[in-house]
């Protein structure tokens, strides 16, 4: 057998190629906000028709003395009283009366189990 000493290409190892990693493009945007309409008309109105007690558009003297003159309307809660409840004594009972007797005594016996007399 021969041998032979031909050299052999060494292997070339190359690297991959580097890959890129990217997220795709996200735009936040705020939602859209809506405001409810708000008018400040419609209380001052009607406070105005309650004062103007013969709804002729002008508030008298009279009329205006006659609302200032009636009780604010109060927006309170009544008032709480918080009180804990009258405590419950609880007496023990007497303990029952205890008799202590001596364990009943059998009469002679007539017969030994062990001898028979």
């Keep these: ?3 032979s000493s031909a050299a052999v290409p060494a292997p070339t190892y190359a690297a991959p190629a580097p890959m890129t990693y990217t ?16 008018t ?10 309650q004062v103007d007690a013969n709804h002729d558009g002008v508030i008298s003297r009279a009329e205006f003395s006659a609302a200032m003159a009636a009780p ?5 809660a009544p008032p709480v ?9 609880i007496m023990p009972a007497a303990a029952p009366a ?3 007797a001596a364990a009943p005594v059998a009469g002679p016996a007539t ?7």
């Excluded at 997220?23 to 708000?38: D, F, M, Q, S």
């Excluded at 017969?111 to 007399?117: D, E, L």
């Design 23 to 38: 997220a795709p493009p996200v735009t936040y945007t705020a939602p859209a906000v809506t405001e409810p309409a708000v």
């Design 98 to 100: 205890v008799t202590y």
């Design 81 to 89: 009283t918080y009180s804990a409840p009258a405590p419950t004594v």
């Design 1 to 3: 057998t021969t041998v």
């Design 72 to 76: 604010a309307p109060t927006y309170m």
């Design 111 to 117: 017969s030994c189990p062990n001898c028979g007399n």
């Design 40 to 49: 400040y008309a419609a209380p001052a109105a009607m406070a105005f028709e």
